[in-house]
């Protein structure tokens, strides 16, 4: 019963109904609810009798608190609510949405709309021959869906539009259409020639369509006008309408979007619409540039270097250069192209390699990314950086190569005090084909920093180790990584400071058994220290071969070792008489006497021990007697004993 009184609340509401008199202008329908006239009724039929006493707008109340699943169904029949009913969700539904099924052949005319505003609505279809939804009696029909849902289940389709009749349809906010897994009807047919159905979509469609896909069908010669917003998904195939799908007509257009910048002065002049702002910036080059070589100029795509140093002077540098050379090669020409500090050169699909003509100097560019840049430069260096404190880049293979018969470096550092800085990231310098050339070279009062990483074992960062090049008063401070050796050229006879910025002292370490060590290590150069001090005593040996001489060892057993056992395999018998003994030459039988084995037996003679060797001396086999025949080895284990 305390469902039916907060239901009776909805009556008190009612009261102030269109006719001002009483008649209400909610009618609540509660499947196996209670009946409480003249706004709530558990009769599909009763409540639409109450509804033909009203005048004006009416809100048609879906209560499916007591329905079965939460879905209620209306009466079989036909239902004109006359373009003034709308059908809404109860505030008191438990899910906070209901869920109206129109069986098969009832059929609700001329309704206002569907509004999910005070919780969702779905309706349900099922229809196998006569569209639920229709609208007679006027050329004219509108039917607002807000918020609400279609499940269609059923052949034909949702909403029937006439002939000569023309439906404006206007879907407004998340509007879902399901028609999933599919085989069912459209959620629109336009069934006649003259059928027109102007749709407008706003604030979210969401469409699940199964097979045919259909979401509006409609026969040649029917007309369908779109009105949407940026929320609009797209039209779907609608295999089944044989109509005329006129332009659409988007309200989200850039010329109506407002638009005020943040910084007005970055915009000459300040747009106020979106429209503007874009056409303005589509009118600027940008970030990037593609010159393209033998190829047609469009848009961003130029086929001169003079093009390119004009986008490059448009934007003072702020700009990355593309090189493609898919037509033909890119040659860099005569004369000085300014970076300003700040221009990149990067590939182009394929594309790898650009040349610097002899006479070509680039000027003051900021990074090499991915391009190796042969230099002809057998006049003119290729690059130069005329301003204290420039910096270079070398990024993922950005190479710098200098020709054959070139003459000249690449970059010549010869302005007294002057600064500069190499960054290579995966880069090469590489002066293979002209090896006496440095591709750098320092001059005397100059200082140049090389930051040299991440090189790859197969792309060293100088390829030859010459590439750097200066006499006496150059300076070239070495920062490299693991990747990259030190610096040990022979065209450079200034001072190199070596400053590995791979440095044990910071490099972490965590030992895998911390109880190993005392201290504890964080850092690989306090590990090593102590594994310094500490002296181990590794077990090492010692096997040579023997025959009728006396033999002695290439290595040396240390002196201090204790030699923990000998071997003595005799694999030939030796003659009558002869005599084996093993030692050192200060001691010859230190480690085995020749009473202790016989060389006339075939056998392992095998004397574990604690012998220790006084004397660095190698392992001595003495072989006596003079034998004629005989043949072995002779093996040793000794070790340095911890302290």
């Known amino acids: 019963m305390g469902a039916t009184g907060a239901t009776g609340s909805t009556g008190a509401t009612g009261s102030t109904g269109a006719t001002g008199a009483g008649v209400p202008n909610v009618l609540t ?36 608190t007591f329905a079965p699943l939460g879905i209620a169904t209306i009466d079989a029949g036909t239902w004109d609510f006359q373009g003034r009913g709308t059908l809404v969700s109860s505030g008191l539904n438990a899910s906070g949405g209901a869920q109206l099924a129109i069986p098969d052949g009832s059929v609700l005319q001329n309704l206002a709309g569907m509004d999910g505003a005070y919780g969702d609505i779905q309706l349900n279809t099922a229809s196998a021959a006569i569209s639920p939804l229709q609208f007679i009696g006027t050329p ?65 469609l969401n469409l699940f369509l199964g097979p045919p896909g259909n979401f509006i069908s409609g026969v040649a010669g029917s007309n369908l006008f779109y009105t949407y917003d940026a929320s609009w998904p797209g039209n779907p195939a609608n295999p089944s309408f044989a109509g005329t799908t006129n332009p659409a007509t988007v309200i989200d257009t850039a010329p109506f979007v407002a638009y005020g910048p943040a910084v007005p ?36 795509v130029v086929t001169t270097w003079a093009a390119v140093q004009a986008a490059v002077n448009a934007v003072k540098g702020a700009i990355r250069v593309y090189i493609d050379t898919s037509i033909a090669p890119a040659v860099i020409p005569v004369g000085t192209w300014n970076g300003f500090g700040a221009a990149e050169i990067k590939p182009w699909g394929e594309s790898f390699l650009v040349t610097a003509a002899d006479g070509a100097t680039l000027e003051d560019w900021a990074r090499l990314d991915g391009m190796t840049l042969a230099c002809t430069c057998t006049t003119t260096p290729a690059l130069s950086f005329p301003n204290p404190g420039s910096s270079l880049i070398l990024d993922n293979f950005g190479t710098i190569t200098l020709l054959a018969g070139a003459t000249v470096p690449a970059i010549q550092l010869a302005v007294a005090g002057f600064s500069f800085a190499l960054i290579s990231r995966m880069g090469s310098l590489d002066n293979s084909q002209a090896p006496t050339v440095p591709v750098i070279s320092v001059a005397a009062g100059t200082t140049a920093t090389f930051y040299m990483q991440d090189a790859a074992p197969n792309f060293p960062a ?86 009728l001489a006396t033999v002695a060892s290439a290595a040396i057993i240390p002196a201090g070792a204790v030699v923990t056992r000998a071997f003595l ?18 001691s010859p039988a230190l480690f085995i ?27 001595l086999v003495t072989i006596a007697g003079g034998p004629a025949a005989g043949a072995g080895f002779v093996f040793v284990e000794y070790s340095t004993p911890q302290t």
């Open 29 to 64: 329908y509660q499947p196996n609810g209670t009946a409480s006239p003249p706004n709530q009724f558990t009769s599909w039929t009763a409540l639409y009798a109450e509804f033909l006493l009203t005048f004006g707008p009416v809100w048609i109340s879906i209560d499916v």
């Open 593 to 619: 006497t020749t009473v202790e084995n016989n060389p006339q037996l075939v056998a392992l003679y095998d004397f574990p021990q604690d012998t220790l060797n006084a004397v660095a001396d190698p392992l």
């Open 462 to 547: 100088l390829m030859t180790g010459n590439e750097i090049g200066g006499g006496a008063g150059a300076t070239v401070f070495w920062e490299n990584d693991d990747t990259v050796p030190a610096l040990a050229s022979t065209l450079f006879t200034g001072t190199v400071n070596q400053d590995p910025t791979a440095d044990a002292a910071n490099e972490a370490y965590e030992p895998a058994v911390p109880g190993n060590w005392s201290p504890v290590p964080a850092l690989v150069a306090p590990a090593l220290d102590q594994l310094a001090a500490r002296t181990f005593g590794g077990m090492q040996t010692i096997r040579i071969p023997i025959a």
């Open 265 to 300: 002065g970055d915009w000459s002049p300040p747009p106020t619409q979106v429209a503007s702002a874009l056409d303005q910036l589509a009118a600027r080059r940008g970030s990037d540039v593609i010159w393209q070589p033998g190829g047609a100029a469009s848009g961003n």
């Open 140 to 204: 004219l029909a509108q039917f607002r869906v807000h918020a609400a849902a279609f499940l269609q289940r059923g052949a034909v389709s949702v909403i029937d539009v006439a002939a000569g009749q023309t439906l404006f349809l206007i879907l407004d906010e998340d509007i879902n259409f399901n028609s999933f897994p599919g085989g069912f009807g459209a959620l629109v047919n336009l069934s006649a020639a003259s059928s027109t159905l102007a749709l407008s979509v706003y604030e979210g």
């Open 569 to 586: 395999d005799v694999t030939t018998a030796y003659s009558v008489g002869a005599t084996i003994s093993v030692g050192t030459a200060a």
